[in-house]
């Protein structure tokens, strides 16, 4: 290790990151990379090896990038306890899982994502389109790894069919048993990765097998690969064998982040995100005559003019049209909670200010 190495840089830190820590942190405070949360504690990353710290902050995930001091005469042994998180370059976010108004972070600082789809059995091609326009929306660069491509049957139908629904994104066809197209995969990551997907769809083998060749920290991993499970012969569904996102460093100076299945992924504040991975639908609504056309059933509609031809799909149409949807009803739900959060304070403030103002009567 270089003089200018230190544990912290092998998960990402630099003198760009170096700079903004000067900036932005207490001097008191040393720099470090959350590596993964649980119940209000976390461990972080540091240039002096990994701390057990409080977490502080409900916001806190996978990837961020934060202060970190001791705390002093803590009942747990170099107890830490994170004082700031750093402006993220990228965020991963879905509404939350909870049903709750709010949406939930994934992973932060992510620069690619692998949106991973087991190709042996049926591919759902309207989940795919969700996780491209969860990752667009975030900044990162998508990937589609169709896994168990030597378990699939038509692989290059498969491969050609979920290409036309994943324009600007890379396609791949791998397999972590026999490393087909895992050398592709490896070559298009970049920065730290996170990997998506369903439960059972080999999320936590592929990942073992971009680590395969990576001499891991002993501090944060030692020997040890990621738990796999097999999926369920009747429905082909796999069980949650990752209950938690981990960051772990790999080769080329890049980091990696497992993540639980996916169950759900809700749309949150992605506008921009669903016209990334819909570009051919965009493209049609700048064509329409009227400004404010719903594409339901006005004159002049490209895009049911499109529709009429068979120039766009209708399976891909209904797709684009309900992401909207899901998309603009949990923004109307969020306004709303902020609009009630705000009349709750100003109520809280008035009620202050009257009782002020009854005790100065007096």
Not at 219 to 243: C, I, M, Q, S, Y
Not at 268 to 290: H, M, Q, T, V, Y
């Amino acid at each position: 290790m270089s003089e200018n190495r230190t544990p912290l840089t092998e998960y990402g830190w630099n003198a760009t990151l170096s700079n903004k820590f000067t900036t932005l942190a207490s001097p008191d405070s040393a720099p470090g990379r959350v590596l993964r949360v649980d119940r209000g504690r976390c461990d972080v990353a540091t240039a002096e090896g990994t701390v057990r710290a409080l977490s502080g902050s409900d916001a806190l995930c996978t990837g961020d990038w934060v202060s970190v001091v001791e705390v002093p005469d803590s009942r747990e042994p170099e107890m830490h306890t994170v004082t700031s998180i750093l402006p993220r370059s990228s965020s991963i976010v879905r509404s939350s899982a909870s049903g709750k108004s709010e949406g939930q972070i994934l992973a932060a600082n992510v620069d690619t994502v692998v949106i991973a789809t087991a190709s042996d059995g049926d591919v759902d091609l309207g989940r795919i389109e969700r996780l491209l326009a969860l990752t667009w929306e975030s900044g990162a660069t998508p990937v589609v790894a169709l896994t168990k491509s030597d378990a699939a049957h038509y692989i290059s139908d498969t491969l050609a069919e979920v290409s036309a629904v994943a324009p600007g994104a890379t396609v791949l066809a791998v397999s972590a048993e026999t490393n087909e197209g895992m050398d592709v995969l490896d070559a298009v990551l970049d920065g730290t990765v996170a990997i998506l997907g369903p439960s059972g769809a080999g999320k936590s083998t592929l990942a073992n097998a971009l680590l395969a060749d990576t001499a891991l920290p002993t501090e944060t991993t030692g020997n040890n690969r990621l738990e796999t499970g097999r999926v369920r012969a009747g429905d082909g569904k796999g069980r949650h064998t990752t209950v938690t996102r981990e960051l772990i460093p790999f080769s080329g100076g890049r980091t990696l982040i497992d993540t639980p299945g996916l169950r759900g992924v809700g749309m949150w504040n992605a506008a921009e995100g669903i016209d990334k991975a819909f570009p051919e639908i965009e493209e049609l609504i700048a064509e329409c005559r009227f400004s404010d056309c719903t594409h339901n059933s006005e004159p002049g509609c490209a895009v049911l003019g499109a529709l009429g031809r068979g120039d766009i799909d209708e399976r891909r149409l209904a797709s684009y049209r309900k992401l909207q949807r899901e998309n603009a009803w949990n923004a109307a739900r969020s306004d709303a909670r902020l609009q009630a959060e705000r009349t709750r304070e100003i109520k809280v403030i008035s009620r202050q200010l009257k009782s002020h103002y009854r005790g100065r009567e007096r």
